[in-house]
Structures are given as C-alpha cells and as structure tokens.
C-alpha cells in the first residue's frame, strides 16, 4: 500500500459537502482497484508477534492507516492496550482476534471481527483456546524434540519473550536460532506447516462452533486467508460453502500479496454465495516482505468491504460511494 497522510484524532472528523455531512478518510463503499488505509488482519506480541500493541498501532500511523484490527490468535489481550494507542495516533482499533479450528481435518483459521468485544460463548471459547494452546504446544515440543530440537518447550518459550501461549512461529525461530534449520519458512516446510509433524489439530474446535461463538458476540466472521490453504478450487468452494452455512458473513478477499487473477477468482467464489470481502497483511514482525498495510490492492468488485457490515460500521463510520 502507498502510504498516506496520516491524520490526527482531530483530522477524523465530519466535514460538510454539497451531498451533506461526509466523514474524512471514511471507507469507500465498493472496491474501485485503490489501495485503502485499512488493515484488517494484525498480530502482536500478545500472541506471535513481534511488535506491542502500542508499536504496532504506532507503525500502522507512520504508514497512513486510520482503520485496523488486531487479531491476534485466540485473545484479546492486546486489544484494549491497541484501542488506547489509536486515540493517540488517530487510527480507529476494531476490536478483534484469530480463532484456530478444523474443517475436514484442516487447520483453518477465522478471524472474529468484534465491534462489542469478546462476550457471551466467546469468551469462554477463548479460555478454552488458550488452555487448548499449552496442551498443543507441550506435543509440538515433544516432537520438535524428535527432529533434534533440544528442550523444545524452554526454547520455544524464549523466543517468545513472554508467557503467553506458544505457537508454531515460536517452535520455528526455535528451530532457525538452533541452527536446524536455515529459515522460518524451511522450519515449516520440513517440520510444522500443514501435515508435518508439528501441526497438530487434534485441539481445536470445528469451523461451526468457532463461527457460533463470534456470532454470540455480536461479531462479524471472515474467513482468514482462504488462498493459502493448499486447496484446489474446488475444495475451498466447498469449504467456503461450510463456512456460510455456519454463519460466517466474511472472508478475506486479499491477504497480504497475492495474484491479481486469482483474487478476481476468489471475488467470484465470494460473490456466488454473498459473503462479504474483507483483506488485512497478516503482519507479524518488521523486516520482512510485508508491513501494516502492506498488500495486493482489492481488484475492482461488486463484492462488498466488510466494513459495510452494519456492526462494524458502527465502530468505523459510515462508508461513502466510490469515486
């Protein structure tokens, strides 16, 4: 994304237009092929990132971002420390988090878009989310420990830096600093990406119960990065089809850089069953090929932005017609 200027809490106000009152930096309604100040998909150190809540708000300002979530994997913890940072910085923080679970003995991903936080089966899913995490994390060690990884668990837990619940990007950097491997993404190629010896899924709940609980809260459900699951066209339709069967209004449309051609194939697989496009980086640490903000730019599409969804409408503001 091209950065923008970034504006201040006071620069994100209603200005009047012969049309009426209009918000600045408000969201477009429709796709138009622009790159946008938003990003709905963000991690931080209160899960696997790299960067605070508050740093990661901060850079999200440096870049011109008004609009973001932070979804972090199976909490919330961030979010308030997030939401502070943005009245600082004027960008607005939605309230959000990733959530983990199978489909057809697939890990798939969810992220809950949360304009009225973490309630209801929500927040107890959550509890049992992270009690999930500890017990994952203890057999990923165990076979982490198998390929050579020597006290994988003490390791995995200093590369996080903190107590929170360890996941497969910390087993990785565990891997990478004990010289087992070259790389974070060798690390997942040979070791724990999908049907390696570290992706244990055995934990995790199914797609529907995960889409329930968002839905308990009042909260808008996007299917996280269906473009890298390793499905064939077929297959994510099916699971696409599962997904809005559940309930799920969303999924994300871009994530991060992907082909322009297969994005426009994605908005039609959305478009076929009425799902709601959302995008985001997936950002986790500085110094690599992505940053806040940073992604292929949507295709123009009659899908609609998530962010025409009445809930979180209520959070950004209402969205005015593209140019």
Request: a negative charge; one cysteine or more.
């Amino acid at each position: 994304m091209t950065p923008m200027g970034r504006a201040s809490t006071m620069d994100v106000i209603l200005t009047k237009t012969p049309a009426g009152v209009m918000p600045m930096n408000a969201l477009p309604e429709r796709f138009e092929g622009e790159a946008l100040a938003i990003d709905l998909h963000m991690h931080s150190t209160a899960s696997d990132g790299a960067l605070s809540p508050e740093a990661l708000v901060e850079a999200c300002a440096a870049r011109g971002l008004t609009h973001m979530a932070l979804t972090d994997h199976d909490t919330v913890a961030g979010v308030e420390r997030a939401r502070v940072a943005g009245e600082r910085h004027g960008v607005v923080v939605l309230p959000a988090t990733e959530l983990s679970c199978q489909w057809r003995g697939i890990n798939i991903h969810v992220v809950g878009l949360l304009p009225s936080g973490a309630q209801g089966e929500l927040a107890s899913g959550l509890e049992r989310q992270a009690e999930a995490r500890e017990r994952r994390a203890m057999q990923i060690a165990e076979r982490m420990e198998r390929v050579g990884l020597e006290d994988a668990l003490a390791r995995a837990r200093e590369e996080a830096g903190s107590d929170r619940p360890l996941g497969r990007p910390d087993f990785a950097r565990a891997l990478v600093a004990a010289e087992l491997v070259p790389d974070m993404a060798t690390a997942f190629r040979r070791h724990l990406g999908n049907g390696k010896a570290g992706d244990i899924k055995a934990h995790w709940p199914s797609l529907a119960t995960v889409v329930a609980w968002v839905l308990d809260a009042g909260g808008v459900a996007a299917l996280a990065h269906p473009l890298r699951y390793g499905l064939t066209r077929r297959k994510r339709g099916q699971l696409l089809d599962d997904f809005h069967a559940a309930g799920g209004q969303a999924a994300e449309l871009v994530s991060g850089f992907q082909n322009p051609d297969v994005t426009r194939d994605l908005a039609r697989q959305l478009a076929e069953r009425d799902l709601l496009a959302s995008l985001g980086s997936d950002f986790h640490f500085p110094g690599g090929h992505l940053a806040p903000g940073s992604m292929t730019p949507v295709p123009r599409t009659s899908v609609a932005p998530v962010w025409t969804h009445p809930g979180i409408a209520a959070v950004f503001g209402h969205s005015v017609p593209a140019a």
